[in-house]
């Protein structure tokens, strides 16, 4: 019993001696120590043996077993301290690098130019229109019918517009206008708002066009407005958005749902007007279309031409800030290049 005793000693000891780290020193801790280890089996069994026998080797036993537990600690306090070590070393931090530096996002050139137009026609008394009056996907009553646009009309073409498969009369909305109709349907005038938006058209897409674009929509219906309301606030706009000294003109056109019609052209900032391929050689950029709203718009809407007048507006937001920021690719805007978009 006392030799058994002996050499669990010594092996527990060579044991503890050859534990290379605190997870094989744990390791041993539980071999010789643990409940079911055989010292724990014998001090259990010591009722079993020969009475005279037991107070010498209950003590034998409790001897080696504290012998082993001090061993064991003492090596366990080396380990503590040099792995501590090691891993502060490791896991080292340099208070004084510098931090990672994460950078603030900017707003799009194309969500400042929308703003900057918003803001310039509130205060001129326009407000801006919430978001269902005007959905991008629209039915073609909206998008044409009630704008005066015929079924024939080449504005309706497949080739422009796009139309939803397998509904043939939901279309992505060509223009801001279906917002003129849903206010006007909406509410009696006096009316005077604007509504950005996307807009959709199936063109080749090139460095002039894309096939999505946006446009601003203004519409001032009431008692007495004249075709002067319209040049003057458009004017103002223009002063305002490009200073007082962008060369601009007024150029007659045809819209279904104004009468009579205009387009503004702004001079190419590209070549100042000297023709270049932005403008395809003619030195000036059209920037929006506009007219008094057509009468039978206006009835249509349930609105008495005989009584109400009114002005409408559409402008190209792209185009605006291309003439502003004398951009010459309109595929820019949508690449999501960080080179281009950290200029603003
Ligand atoms: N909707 C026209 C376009 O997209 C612009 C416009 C709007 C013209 C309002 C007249 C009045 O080209």
């Known amino acids: 019993m006392e030799d058994k005793i002996l050499k669990i000693k010594e092996t527990a000891l060579a044991d503890i001696e050859n534990a290379k780290n605190s997870k094989e020193l744990e390791d041993v801790k539980n071999k010789y120590l643990s409940r079911q280890s055989e010292l724990n089996t014998m001090k259990k069994g010591l009722k079993d043996i020969e009475p005279a026998l037991r107070p010498k080797i209950g003590a034998l036993t409790n ?30 931090i340099d208070v004084t690098l510098d931090g990672t530096f ?16 918003v803001e310039i026609f509130e205060h001129l008394g326009f407000s801006i229109i919430e978001n269902k009056y005007s959905p991008e996907v629209e039915v073609e009553k909206y998008n044409f019918d009630l704008l005066n646009v015929p079924k024939e009309h080449p504005a309706r073409d497949v080739q422009d517009t796009y139309y939803c498969y397998g509904a043939d009369n939901i279309v992505l909305r060509s223009h801001t206008s279906n917002a003129q109709v849903r206010q006007m349907l909406n509410s009696a005038p006096p009316v005077k708002i604007i509504s950005p938006g996307r807009v959709y058209r199936n063109e080749s897409v090139s460095a002039r066009k894309n096939n999505f674009f946006h446009q601003v929509e203004g519409l001032y219906v009431d008692k007495g407005v004249t075709f002067a309301h319209l040049k003057g606030v458009l004017n103002e706009f223009i002063r305002q958005y490009f200073g007082a000294n962008r060369p601009t003109r007024f150029r007659n056109s045809f819209f279904p749902f104004t009468e009579p019609s205009a387009e503004i052209d702004v001079q190419c900032i590209v070549c100042q007007g000297k023709g270049c391929s932005t403008c395809s050689g003619t030195g000036w950029l059209e920037i929006l279309g506009s007219g008094m709203v057509d009468p039978n718009v206006l009835k249509d809407a349930g609105i008495d031409p005989d009584v109400y007048s009114g002005f409408a507006f559409g402008m190209g937001v792209e185009r605006l800030a291309m003439l502003k920021y004398a951009i010459d690719d309109i595929r820019l805007f949508f690449n999501n290049d960080e080179r281009f978009l950290k200029q603003f």
């Open 63 to 92: 001897e080696v077993f504290k012998l082993l537990e001090s061993e064991i600690d003492k090596k366990h306090q080396n380990f503590y301290k040099s792995e501590l070590n090691e891993k502060l070393q490791s896991e080292k």
């Open 102 to 117: 994460n950078p603030f996002g900017k707003v799009h050139p194309l969500s400042s130019t929308i703003n900057e137009i």
